[in-house]
DNA sequence: CTGAAAGCGCTTACAG
DNA sequence: CTGAAAGCGCTTACAG
């Protein structure tokens, strides 16, 4: 019923092997027999048996990508973007969704992370994070000697592939949107402290604000977790003080939405008097009114360029291994003139 | 370097044959040979390579999970679900993301569908929301005997496999929560009309209102279209209305959203002014403050549910083919005795 | 209860 | 530029 490769050979009058070589895109097929082959292949709706492909190339045209406790935006948008590279070379994604945070032990870990291979035999994995930030889980993908790429790790280095966005530009960038808007005073609310990207933030915040000859008092930096309630914290301290600030960039848009709900409650309108801006552009961003000011992270380009990258490694070298994506300030209505 | 089959029936003493009778759980093995076959597996970390049991049973142990336009959050749970039911049988899930919903023409959605099962020879797929309502998809699945299950479709008939939960009842026992709680005149926000979910939740909505003798003033029942937009509205007309409610029951979580940033617009304070609740249970509701009393819905069990049909398909026959899940009624800060 | 043979649909390695 | 042969690691269908 379903076409094989013999039929098309048969067809067309070539060998097996001629066929393949023409799916596969090998050199050295004449034009007119290659175009040949095509037109059979499409007239018998031909598509390549994965599993025959799988088992003669000990290939398995699979990629893993792994994660743990996703924010389900954020994975699924990978994902999208993964699916999508992983298309165009007729490569598939198998979901890996793990409990490795909750572990404790490093040897647990270790343990966790071999069942993931010995399940299934993947050609290259794909860590998203925070699970590319666990030495255990990387050593054991090297020690299998699979090819992988992290999303957006602590640190990157020139050899271990890996695709991030650029936190510090995208705080700075945002935090002179508000100078500009007139704003002198601001108030900042930092994310978790076990995340790198807090950091990032913070750093990229302070470059703008010294920048800009703005004093960098103590006062107007608050701690945060990345919740919403620690948000609520963060703004009622800043509010009620002396002095408030006229601004407050939230280190992410869940926290950003407790600014906004502290405001409302001390009959603050937003933006008029308090802006506000977060960082992510998670649904949420739109769904509040009035829509949050806040950066687009690139997460499908993430996606997409991880399981890109993965996919070149066999064929091409010398590449620079860590890829940087643009991400987006979205202007909305939380923000407004001083 | 990876051992095969071969290898463990070498060192086990027995054929190849007997070694995959033991691994596939087959019959007529005695067990002392089973035992020693099992040892020797587990000693070599022997497991089957897929893609050579896929060739010889022409079977791909895939399944597809076919969605459209996702909320994440229920996306990523359906896939867990799912996930989680295909591991216990040795299948894989692969995401299908589609675009289906913008194409205007039956004859575009056909030619998209059929391309989802060129590409990959899936065993079985799942289709979740909307695409589970339709019905050009359906027909190529069938045309190609695909083994299908759907979640949450509008319409369930006893011989189409499909999961889902009681909307009505769900509706019906959260009203009955807000009528014991003193609630007198209740406010109800409807969903989009496109959504069968949202007929069943407004007519459990009546029938609690009606068994319980409260009137039915049309005035209380607004439209809505599941956004956090079309929930400001709605609240804006219950409860700018003279003798507005006591209580607000949102089709979702995102119109209870709107609903409560209506009321800390008027002043009303929640709960003590106004009862909300809401439906889905999605990570907002526990985002906001006071958190949402919700539905939520059991997106992962239907996922395992859904999976675990689907692979029963082949040996088992005679059950009821629609299969309904509990919901969970989750009572939080947002709801008080009137 | 067990096994020997054939074959699934491709690619690899080689030859011409 | 093209092809014939062998083999990837399993299961199916059959035999005993």
New binding site residues.
Partial sequence: M?????DVAQKA?????????V??KE????????ERVMAVASELR????L???G?????SYLIALIYDNPNAYYITELQRGAISACRKRGYHVVLEPTKIRELSSPEEVKSASEMIFERLHVDGVILAPPLSDSQELIDVVRARNLPYVLVAPSETSPDVPSVKMDDFAAAYELTQNLIAQGHQRIGFIKGHYQHSSADLRLEGFCHAIKEAGLSKEPGLIKDGDYSFRSGVVAAEALLEADNPPTAIFACNDDMAAGVIHVAARLGLSVPDGLSVCGFDDTPLATIMWPQLTTVAQPIYEMGYGAADMLLRQDTETGDDHVQTFDFTIKKRGSTARA
């Fill in positions: 379903k076409a094989t490769i013999t009058g070539v060998s097996m092997k001629t066929v393949s070589r799916l596969n050199p050295n097929v004449a034009e007119k027999t290659r031909y598509s390549p048996n599993a025959a492909r088992l003669a190339s000990s290939k």
